[in-house]
């Protein structure tokens, strides 16, 4: 196995900072990665927001579902799908009048924009992790950067057409966060189709969820719940952040009909 | 520069192929390494649809903009956010009814729950591309995907919570693909903001597109538009590509309401 699949391999989600600091040339050396991601049609449809300021980061930690581990990253990275670059410069080139007098539409950012810059966002989000993890710097996303929009659009000043879709978390792991067991991952067959999509029938889904339950069944909650699938619908799914992660994000399309 | 650096700055995307096979044993290292890409609460929101039967790759190079490459690319992988798995599986379990019985919401997937899944779809998508270069495999994603979803959904039979978010075509590059010409990105300070996002003002909206408009005004284009701007929004943004791509997600979105 090279390097870059030994890397891909041993990565863990970090979310322990030893002291030792992330220095500037780290950082850059993070972003220039970064930059090298593909993007289609070469828009870069991303900004990304390095949050330093200590205040915001605290603010962080209590907005994105109450996780103090953030306010003690070494660095913090918002990544967000950015029409708003190229719609500034559009309507500075007196663009969507051109288009009209060609016979062409005027139209704003929309959904499938909103989605291609998605992509981008999330494309060099994943550039920076393995550049980073290259370094022996660790990562964690933070998925519940999705919940709160009105508190983060205040927070950093962002415009309509901007999404806040994923922070990443930077910092060297602790001796223990380095060591810390891989998690395990659904069996290959339960992730890869080939050709066409394969609803799971009663002996795949065995397949899939066999190990989840059987954890299930080892833990206190199994006396709560009947199984795996109801604890997590329950815990997760039915939770008060996925409920505020699905009105906020609500919240946030309505800027891109 | 470490070895994983170097490859992720000398990447480029990868339209023609070599005759060189991507062996089953690439393949699978590919899929192992995106298995493992980081995915939010572990729950793997995603799948890949592995397209080698030839009439669909010659399909997807006729719904995807038309670009016959995509026909000839020697690996060919769908990604999809998927929430249908978990879905499923809380059906089985009886998870809705069990949430009411606590008193907690019944619901079925939303945006919110799809954004976190296109989160771990690209991820695991990037996560590819990168092990695939590690191992001399070329890359182009294609995101013309996100056309056509009636089509797609047809051709794949996407069931209503998957979303095709991005394809990708993999194989190893011919010597001109090899030794294409970089890309070039805008300057970072461009896309990275501290701490607030701060819209481009006049100077530094110069700063991002000089160079693009610099090489727009050495094109035949510069007889029939103002600038660059005027230009890329015709070509592109008010394209008939980009309104169907923009009607396709549209209709994907219904799904998840």
């Known amino acids: 196995m090279n390097e870059t699949l030994k890397l891909i ?8 900072y030893s ?47 109450h ?4 306010a003690r ?27 009209e007098a060609s016979g062409l539409p005027n139209r704003r950012p929309q959904t499938g924009d909103l989605m291609l810059a998605c992509c981008d966002a999330l494309i060099s989000a994943q550039t920076a992790v393995i550049a980073a993890e290259s370094l022996g710097i660790g990562s964690c ?8 929009y009105e508190t983060h659009r205040e927070m950093f000043d962002l415009p309509p057409y901007t999404l806040p879709v994923t922070l ?12 810390r067991k891989l998690t395990s ?9 080939k ?16 190990d989840l339950e059987n954890t299930f069944r080892s833990t206190a909650r199994a006396v709560q719940y009947e199984n795996a699938g109801q604890e997590i619908y329950c815990r997760k799914f039915a939770a008060g952040f996925s409920m505020e992660l699905n009105r906020s994000v609500g919240k946030m399309l309505e800027n891109w009909k």
Chains 1, 2 share one sequence.
């Not at 391999?9 to 322990?16: G, I, L, T, Y």
């Not at 593909?38 to 949050?51: D, F, H, K, R």
């Not at 996303?141 to 709160?148: A, F, S």
């Not at 050709?195 to 066999?210: N, S, T």
């Open 9 to 16: 391999h041993n990565r863990r989600s970090v979310r322990a």
């Open 19 to 65: 002291p030792k600091p992330v220095t500037r040339a780290d950082k850059d050396a993070i972003l220039a990665a970064a930059f090298r991601a593909p993007t289609a049609g070469n828009l870069m449809l991303y900004s990304i927001i390095e949050v330093e300021d200590q205040s915001l980061k605290d603010r962080l930690a209590v907005s994105c579902d």
């Open 67 to 70: 996780q103090p581990f953030i």
């Open 73 to 99: 990253a070494p660095y913090v990275l918002l990544f967000l799908a950015d029409l708003q670059r190229w719609w500034d410069y559009f309507i500075k080139c007196g663009a969507p009048g051109r288009a």
């Open 141 to 148: 996303y933070i998925g519940d950067i999705l919940e709160q």
């Open 168 to 179: 990443l978390c930077f910092g060297y792991p602790t001796a223990a966060a380095a060591k």
């Open 185 to 193: 991952r659904f069996p290959g067959e339960s992730i890869v189709h």
């Open 195 to 210: 050709d066409r999509y394969r609803p799971l029938d009663a002996a795949a889904m065995d397949h899939c969820f066999g």
